[in-house]
T-cell receptor
């Protein structure tokens, strides 16, 4: 059973456009929601994370929007660049457990 | 930022041999480390959770006798793939969680294993 559902599986965006990746969860005990960026042949790197006490968090061109009632959160990449082309994973965890539950990943391609 | 290293970054071995992969947290102490396996274009599959000084907790379907995990210190965990077979060829990634209470997992760069 997939604890965190992620969509789309792949995404193609023009340079300068906005990339949007969505995730949904069911477990209301989750209270930490990170996003990771992974380039081919590399380990995932933490991009940005949010807790449910805020509805939005922005770091540079990356923004997380969080909807607690809908149990959804999304990653927005503004002014997308070819260098943003990578696979993005959302995740969720609770403070009562060690484990992170990862989404299935989104392969983003930003075309010049 | 928190840095996790893995060694080796890639390894080729013959079928039947054992391979050890090291995971180190370089600038923080990690009570918990995680081992993942990733197939091409797929998500991270958690294999086991490793706690310093205690036995690892394996996910369902992961053979603990085949994938030996040791977490001897707060900065080092090792994964040994015993009697490796071609189907064990994969990308193995470790992550570590900061003892200081930070919530996130920091990932290593991964180890590419190819079993011939």
């Amino acid at each position: 059973q997939q604890q965190v559902k992620q969509s789309p599986q792949s995404l193609i965006v023009q340079k300068g456009g906005i990339s949007i990746i969505n995730c949904a969860y069911e477990n209301t005990a989750f209270d930490y929601f990170p996003w990771y960026q992974q380039f081919p042949g590399k380990g995932p790197a933490l991009l940005i994370a949010i807790r449910p006490d805020v509805s939005e968090k922005k770091e540079g061109r990356f923004t997380i929007s969080f909807n607690k009632s809908a149990k959804q959160f999304s990653l927005h990449i503004m002014d997308s660049q070819p260098g943003d082309s990578a696979t993005y994973f959302c995740a969720a965890s609770s403070n009562t457990g060690n484990q992170f539950y990862f989404g299935t990943g989104t392969s983003l391609t930003v075309i010049p | 930022g928190a840095v996790v290293s893995q060694h080796p970054s890639w390894v080729i071995c013959k079928s039947g041999t054992s391979v050890k992969i090291e995971c180190r947290s370089l600038d923080f102490q990690a009570t918990t480390m995680f081992w993942y396996r990733q197939f091409p274009k797929q998500s991270l599959m958690l294999m086991a959770t490793s706690n310093e000084g205690s036995k690892a907790t394996y996910e369902q379907g992961v053979e603990k006798d085949k994938f030996l995990i040791n977490h001897a210190s707060l900065t080092l965990s090792t994964l040994t793939v015993t009697s490796a077979h071609p189907e064990d060829s994969s990308f193995y990634i470790c992550s570590a969680r900061d003892l200081g209470g930070l919530e996130t997992q920091y990932f290593g760069p991964g180890t590419r294993l190819l079993v011939l």
